[in-house]
């Protein structure tokens, strides 16, 4: 029973502690926030019948509102002590048939409390506890999170899953916010959990991966007739929701921290949550308390990223390098001009040259106008320049110069499946499951603003506008093989032993790919290739295809990822022009 079910008097936004008696038939478990007495037997006198149990409840800290949950649970408990010597205790709450799972769960959630509580100070409760729910839900309340049966048997212990849950524990659940003056609480969990862990785990590829997820998130999801500042965002109703008050609010305290510096942006988060415990904060209280620690004004921080909508279109206007007189022969002076092509924003730009011999220069650029140059001197000749290489900025970037990925189709506001399988009788094909699904998803929807099915044409023409879905199998490869070449060129192939892709060949009767293509016809809009030779190589991946929705390609076997990667950036690097004539002297 959660607070919207209206089971106990409540003030609106009182932040209030409880004392609760709870009785239950003898079997049953109840499980809120707090700390649980020891259970006893019901009087009757109080119950009304016989083999009921009664368990106080207490709740010290002040909530929002206070959730009740009772079923059936095995009950599993450790009583845990962090390296910082704080004592928790941890539970697992789980119906019989996932029950196995306690001591995965139980380990994850320790895990990520050692992570989390040098970072944002003493874990805010007495408890923490995973608590199973007969319904879908991912939820995390003050000292539990309540997870759907499908996800507990998912092993939901990533760090965007249990740990975003567990990070709630501080910012939500203990730092509270009124979502309908801004919701904060949201981006910043997902930076904390959904990116940071990946920074904490040494992990690199991953870390960077999740920003370029954050940036494409934005501009895939938010095109900008429909953007909003992040101070609006209250809720998530929508991927376009979640791509501002998550992805791009998350982006932002990643470019708050480049500001700051790590020392004040670590320790601006323990102050956070230290003087707000227990109270409600806004983004004006974070400006304040980062200001405090940072020592800086940071009133154009908000106001900018914060307050205003959108995000800085950049482009290289020139870059030329000239040989350095009296110099030795391989130094070279490099001057590069950036420009911001809609609005101005103030931003660190990181930038990567690259020159001759594989060396690699790493500078970052602070932006204060429109038109910045830079002058460096290097010790071999430039050849090109990366913008913003590691996607440390939250930009936009143009759905043509985006790495084309299946949720190019999913955003296309005009969207085709092109069907290219045959049925067998009474085996309809995997690829029909997917049919189906869009079918009864658009259902909603207008007419004409529905996914146009039709068959594929042999000579592979497509339809005239928008993104394309092709689903097909052995017997159309040589159609499918003419789009991929078109669109694709020779970065995907496909042969009548498997396919290649970057260059290397994958054989198999296994094998199914899924490839994203831009359509050369059509700026802006993809062309996405699902191929299977048989009906049980694509069967996994049919059920599963729109979890792939950021790769540009992935090569499955029997159901399992190969290798998936990301087409680059069409427009995020330049060539660097050789002015030999013209020596720097």
């Known amino acids: ?58 709740v010290m800290q002040p909530s929002e509102a206070v959730t009740l949950v009772a079923n059936t649970f095995v009950t599993a408990f450790r009583d845990w002590t962090s390296k910082t010597g704080q004592r928790i205790r941890l539970s697992t709450y789980l119906f019989p048939d996932d029950a196995h799972l306690a001591e995965e769960y139980l380990d994850a959630t320790a895990r990520y409390l050692d992570a989390y509580i040098p ?30 049966s499908g996800v507990i048997k998912r092993h939901y212990v990533q760090s965007y899953a249990l740990g975003h849950e567990i990070v709630h524990s501080w910012i939500g659940n203990a730092v509270f916010n009124r979502a309908d003056r801004g919701n904060w609480v949201e981006g910043l969990t997902t930076y904390l959990a959904n990116y940071y862990w990946h920074e904490l785990m040494g992990d690199r590829a991953q870390a960077r991966d999740q920003r370029r997820l954050m940036v494409q998130g934005y501009n895939l999801h938010v095109p900008p007739e429909r953007d909003y500042p992040v101070a609006q965002f209250m809720q998530k109703l929508d991927e376009h929701d979640n791509a501002i008050g998550y992805q791009k609010a998350a982006m932002l305290f990643h470019l708050l921290r480049q500001e700051v510096g790590e020392e004040a942006f670590w320790q601006a988060l323990k102050s956070l949550v230290a003087q707000y415990r227990g109270r409600h904060a806004e983004w004006r209280d974070l400006e304040r308390v980062f200001a405090e620690e940072s020592r800086q004004d940071l009133r154009w921080f908000f106001a900018q990223w914060v307050e205003q909508e959108g995000a800085p279109m950049l482009s290289f206007s020139e870059a030329v ?18 420009v911001q092509s809609n609005k101005f924003f103030r931003l660190p730009l990181q930038l990567k040259i690259r020159m001759e011999g594989d060396r690699e220069h790493l500078l970052t650029l602070p932006l204060r106008s429109l038109r910045e140059t830079i002058s460096v001197t290097l010790p071999a000749r430039p050849i090109a320049i990366d913008l913003d290489p590691e996607f440390m900025t939250v930009r936009r ?53 529905r996914t146009v099915i039709a068959s594929m044409a042999q000579d592979g023409l497509l339809p005239q506008e928008g ?22 060129g020779e970065r995907a192939t496909l042969n009548d ?57 992935v090569l499955f076997k029997d159901g399992a990822v190969v290798i998936r990667g990301e087409w680059p950036l069409a427009s995020d690097h330049t060539e660097v022009r050789l002015d030999a004539s013209n020596s720097i002297r």
């Open 1 to 58: 029973m959660s607070s919207e079910s209206h089971w106990y008097p409540d003030i609106p936004e009182s932040l209030s502690t409880y004392a609760l008696v709870v009785a239950v038939p003898t079997g049953w478990t109840v499980v809120t926030q707090g700390m649980a007495g020891e259970s006893q037997a019901c009087p009757t006198r109080l119950c009304g019948r016989d083999q009921m149990m009664m368990t106080e409840w207490t």
């Open 119 to 148: 970072l944002l100070g003493p874990y805010p409760f007495e408890k923490f506890a995973v608590v199973e729910n007969f319904f879908a839900s991912g939820l995390g309340m003050p000292s539990f999170t309540l997870l759907g």
């Open 321 to 338: 390098a000239r040989p350095v007189a009296g110099e030795p022969a391989q130094t070279f002076q490099l001057e590069a001009t950036i």
């Open 397 to 449: 970037i143009a759905r043509q110069s985006l790495s084309p990925v299946l949720n190019h189709y999913v955003t296309d506001r005009r969207r085709s499946v092109l069907t290219a399988f045959t049925d067998e009788p009474d085996h309809p094909s995997p690829f029909r499951d997917v049919v189906t699904r869009i079918e009864a998803q658009e259902q909603q929807k207008p007419i004409g603003e």
């Open 467 to 488: 993104s394309v879905l092709v689903l097909g199998s052995l017997e159309s490869r040589p159609g499918i093989q003419s789009i991929l070449a078109h669109h694709c």
């Open 497 to 553: 032993r498997g396919a290649t892709v970057m260059g290397t060949t994958y054989e198999g009767p296994g094998l199914a790919l899924l490839v994203s293509c831009h359509r050369v016809d059509r700026p802006g809009s993809v062309v996405t290739v699902l191929y299977a030779a048989t009906p049980q190589a694509v069967a996994k991946v049919a059920r599963l295809l729109f979890f792939y929705g950021w790769n540009s390609f």
